[in-house]
């Protein structure tokens, strides 16, 4: 059974740094892309960051681009999501999901398991 267990959440002041881990089971990080959203309090959930399965590939979300970064260990268990420099806007709940799909992948239809989410806030 597939479980993707998000951590490293916290409230934090503007300009700090904080790292997400998702810890996946099922070998799925051999298999899946696996991808960042975020959701804000009354706003949409939004793709952060990917990175494909073989970690070849990242992707950012332009508002997050420079700041942050995707990647995973070498043991192939778990994906991380530092977040440098944070701002206030970044303060949201963090999801870790992963999709086999190649086309359209950082989408929120793409996605074959989720997390349940770690919360990040961000204060001025």
């Known amino acids: 059974q597939v479980q993707l267990i998000e951590s490293g959440g916290g409230l934090v002041q503007a300009g700090g740094s904080l790292r997400l881990s998702c810890a996946a089971s099922?070998?799925?990080?051999?298999?899946?892309?696996m991808v960042w959203f975020r959701q804000a309090p009354g706003k949409e959930r939004e793709f952060v960051a990917a990175?494909?399965?073989?970690?070849?590939?990242?992707m950012y979300a332009d508002s997050v681009k420079g700041r942050f970064t995707v990647s995973r260990d070498n043991a192939m268990t778990t994906v991380y999501l530092q977040m440098n420099s944070l701002k206030p806007e970044d303060t949201a709940r963090y999801y870790c999901?992963?999709?086999?799909?190649?086309?359209?992948?950082?989408?929120?239809?793409?996605?074959?398991?989720w997390g349940k989410g770690t919360l990040v806030s961000v204060s001025s």
């Open positions: 999901a992963a999709t086999r799909r190649v086309v359209n992948w950082t989408s929120l239809n793409a996605v074959d398991y």
């Open positions: 099922g070998g799925i990080l051999r298999t899946h892309n």
């Open positions: 990175t494909s399965w073989s970690g070849s590939s990242t």
